[in-house]
């Protein structure tokens, strides 16, 4: 489904449903590329989108957020580019042993690669799993963690933080940039004309490059349109921008209800437009979820209670709740001012039963009558 929301350059989408495995892809819109959340079940994804995929975040190595690197990899090894791809600790071994299982011999120089980045508390380790090399990984080095941010284009960061999850677990902040909006009553305020200069503006303030050095603008003289030097083109940028508060998503899946990691959410969360979260149990098996480290109903109002997103959507309902989502929606309390997003409880295929297997059209050909 997609959620039409306050993003000026960003589209999330949730490909899944209620008891799918969770996937949220963000279409970065002027770049026509995307971003994937998770990576579990995903052979319902046009190619197209796949192939769109500029980088995956993966939670962490369970199979349901996970598996569908195999599908991925089916559908961009052959495309001459390095999809970036960020998990916990220990993903770059495992993505070596999933595609170990494959044979590489016919592997070509304008294949693909992936570059994985290893998120830990403290430093962010890189590997290189080269296509033309068959997949084979070698270390890039590591470099100490000096944010939270781990990815950063000039539309959006993705930020991270390792949560248990008895393995680690990694929770993400996605923010919009802010985009550069020319307050239309600042240029009437101070009779600026509308000319070049607004885009050499705009270029300079998203490059973030030449911003020590003087711009000429337009203005309104006595004699008509004049040039006027603006020495401190940073203090005009600010000036010149109108207000906006850029949106944000907030992506919690698989963790534990403790203390140390209500911290990190309460840290990395706090403010974000749209809260996607798992709530794979309902609160009469607290326990169960205390004992595989995963959310139940009741934790996620309290954290909706502290967070207060705009938006909600809740995910990764335990299939043992299987035609009955109705109850979740029951127990959850929405807080004023936050709006419930609700998806479908399956969006992926059902797969066929033996009845429906295509041999049962089969038919004998013979002769043409
Ligand atoms: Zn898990």
New binding site residues.
């Given amino acids: 489904m997609t959620l039409r929301l306050p993003f000026r350059n960003l589209q999330p989408n949730f490909c899944s449903g209620l008891f799918d495995d969770p996937l949220l892809l963000i279409r970065q819109r002027p770049l026509g590329s995307n971003l994937l959340f998770d990576c579990g079940r995903l052979q319902h994804l046009a190619k197209r989108v796949l192939t769109a995929i500029e980088a995956v975040f993966v939670s962490?190595g369970?199979m349901?957020?996970w598996m569908g690197i195999d599908t991925l990899t089916r559908h961009v090894y052959v495309t001459p580019k390095t999809v970036e791809l960020f998990g916990p600790v220990g993903i770059a071994a495992k993505l070596e042993s999933k595609l170990a299982g494959y044979d590489w011999n016919l592997c070509e120089q304008n294949w693909g690669s992936y570059r994985v980045h290893e998120i830990g508390s403290e430093t962010i380790r890189s590997h290189l799993l080269s296509g033309p090399d068959g997949f084979r990984r070698t270390e890039l080095g590591s470099r100490p963690r000096s944010s939270r941010v781990i990815f950063e284009n000039h539309l959006l960061r993705v930020a991270a933080e390792p949560c248990d999850?008895l393995v680690d677990?990694l929770i993400f902040r996605i923010d919009e940039q802010p985009t550069f909006i020319i307050d239309e009553a600042f240029l009437d305020r101070h009779q600026l004309l509308k000319g070049p200069w607004i885009r050499q503006l705009k270029r300079r303030f998203h490059r973030r490059e030449d911003l020590d050095l003087p711009l000429t603008v337009l203005r309104c003289g006595v004699d008509g349109a004049e040039e006027f030097r603006i020495e401190d083109v940073r203090g005009f940028c600010r000036e010149i921008a109108a207000e906006q508060r850029p949106a944000s998503i907030g992506y919690i899946s698989?963790i534990g209800w403790s203390a140390a990691n209500r911290e990190k959410i309460t840290g990395l969360l706090s403010g974000v437009t749209l809260l996607l979260c798992e709530t794979t149990f309902l609160s009469d098996a607290v326990e169960r979820a205390r004992s595989s480290r995963h959310l139940c109903s009741a934790d996620v109002n309290r954290l909706l209670e502290q967070l207060r997103p705009e938006f909600f959507l809740p995910m990764h309902l335990s299939k043992s709740y299987n035609r009955c989502s109705s109850r979740l929606y029951r127990e959850l309390q929405i807080p004023s001012g936050t709006t419930l997003l609700r998806i479908p409880d399956q969006v992926t295929p059902r797969p066929l039963l033996q009845s429906e297997f295509p041999w049962q059209e089969y038919r004998a050909s013979g002769p043409a009558e």
Avoid: A, G, L, R
Wanted: glycine share 0%.
């Fill in positions: 962490h369970h349901d957020h999850h677990s698989d």
